[in-house]
């Protein structure tokens, strides 16, 4: 039987895992998005280079602030605005079109993407160190 202390109801875990996968899509997503971002002539070679490192170091930025805001209470409600500034920062990059703007929402989206697998495994952490 699980520890009531680290129980999480099945529904809180499918969450996790869809905000985990949320949050990692970029892996996937980001190749095709900045070959579009090129194909269409809004960014040359070296400014895709700008976009990717600036949404790397984002990422890297918002694991970090993730550790430290997701404690606590205050997990959900930065869980779930982080998902709505990803979604937000990534529709906005299909209206950009000055390279500076493109830089800086895909690092805004690169942190927002950081804070989600942080949640994912603060939800599913204490599951897998105590199954029972």
Sequence with gaps: MAN???FQSGRTIALALAIGAGGTLVVGIQPLLLETLLTQGRLNASQLGW???????GM??????????LSGRKGRPIAAAAGLIMAVSNLATLFANEPLLIVCIRALT???EGVLPRKFLAVLLPIFRNPY
């Design 4 to 6: 009531e202390e680290n």
């Design 51 to 57: 976009v990717a490192t600036a949404e790397v170091l």
């Design 60 to 69: 890297a930025l918002g694991v970090l602030l993730g550790t430290r805001m």
């Design 110 to 112: 690169g942190a927002a």
